[in-house]
């Protein structure tokens, strides 16, 4: 399984475009890239996937360069309310593959 | 996306007594549910895979005679754990995954119980 690097923290504020980077040089061929956000006490939330190139939701854009080493979450004007924990991740195309969680990056939307 | 539920959503217990925690997919067929935990501050940690039907594959490091999981339908996966005691005190998370999903489907995630072993 393709480990992932991602800032532990980031800041932003309300109504600004936050961009999360997330690294990881060992995806595998297969391997699809996931994100999740996580509300305190809560379980994570589906945000977006994709598996190169741009992906575009109601929420999020996921933007997957060629080589797929790296992915960037963009979150267009975020408010209060986007403050969570957000993770990236890597695994396969199967729904019954594992998915190993990394540390997530902690966003704190100040107003 | 499946909508998961998990009961119960918090409990407090005395060292040494066992706690069953319930996963259902409500309306979904979950072939596979994950179960996972979490410590505060801290990403989550797999514990587990549950196949409807046979016996589940633990993670290195995890007890499966401490977490006894049993996915014995399509809609339900227990997690008990035995003899519990405050180190096992944590956030126990459910995933599932499915028939109805595809490529672009994923897990979806419960939304959580909170354990505290006294």
């Known amino acids: 399984l393709a480990k992932t690097t991602q800032p532990i923290s980031m800041d932003s504020y309300e109504g600004q475009e936050v961009n999360i980077t997330c690294s990881h040089n060992n995806i595998a061929t297969n391997d699809y890239i996931t994100w999740y956000q996580q509300f305190p006490s809560q379980g994570p939330r589906f945000i977006i996937q994709?598996?190169?190139t741009k992906v575009t939701n109601e929420v999020a854009s996921l933007f997957i360069p060629a080589d797929r080493k790296s992915s960037t979450l963009s979150l267009p004007r975020v408010s209060l309310s986007d403050t969570a924990v957000y993770y990236c991740l890597v695994g396969g195309p199967h729904n019954t593959d594992k998915l190993i969680f990394g540390t997530g990056t902690r966003l704190q939307v100040f107003p | 996306g499946a909508v998961v539920s998990q009961h119960p959503s918090w409990v407090i217990c005395k060292s040494g007594t066992s706690v069953k925690i319930e996963c259902r997919s409500l309306?979904?067929?979950?072939?596979?549910m994950f179960w996972y935990r979490q410590f505060p501050k801290q990403s989550l940690m797999l514990m587990a895979t549950?196949?409807?039907?046979?016996?589940?594959?633990?993670e290195q490091g995890v007890e499966k005679d401490k977490f006894l999981i049993n996915h014995a339908s399509l809609t339900l996966s227990t997690l008990t754990v035995t003899s519990a005691h405050p180190e096992d005190s944590s956030f126990y998370i459910c995933?599932?995954?499915?028939?109805?999903?595809?490529?672009?489907?994923?897990?979806?995630f419960g939304p959580g119980t909170r354990l505290l072993v006294l």
């Open positions: 994709g598996y190169k």
């Open positions: 309306d979904f067929q979950a072939t596979t």
């Open positions: 549950s196949n409807e039907g046979s016996k589940a594959t633990y």
């Open positions: 995933s599932v995954t499915g028939l109805a999903a595809g490529v672009q489907e994923t897990q979806y």
